[in-house]
């Protein structure tokens, strides 16, 4: 399985930005795609996870009710994100779970899209 995500950038406090995933390759063997982001000096933080056959989405505490998940298409996944804060500054990185692997444990990662919010 193959990830590119694309979009980000920069954005004042507010503001909104979408960034998307699309997969390819062995995409039947999908369990979910997620996203998460890291920035300096933090650990990488789960944002949100759509799964690939229900379209089930469960998000993270600190994007809840700001972020929305959703399927474009067979393969491409978006994430809108609203209301950006200055601490929603990351690299943003989508990944892939396929069936039979365990929970938690994501082999396929895209290469990264940065999103800045300045206050």
């Known amino acids: 399985v193959q990830l590119q995500a694309s979009g980000g950038g920069l954005v004042q406090a507010g503001g909104s930005l979408r960034i998307s995933c699309a997969a390819s390759?062995?995409?039947?063997?999908?369990?979910?795609l997620a996203w998460f982001r890291q920035s300096p000096g933090k650990e990488r933080e789960f944002v949100v996870l759509i799964t690939w056959s229900a379209g089930a989405t469960y998000y993270g505490d600190s994007v809840k009710g700001r972020f929305t998940i959703s399927r474009d298409n067979a393969n491409t996944i978006t994430l809108q994100m609203n209301s950006l804060k200055p601490e929603d500054t990351a690299v943003y990185y989508c990944?892939?779970?396929?069936?039979?692997?365990?929970?938690?444990?994501?082999?396929?990662w895209g290469q990264g899209t940065q999103v800045t919010v300045s206050s």
């Open positions: 990944a892939a779970r396929v069936v039979g692997s365990r929970p938690l444990q994501y082999d396929y």
């Open positions: 390759g062995r995409t039947s063997s999908l369990y979910n």
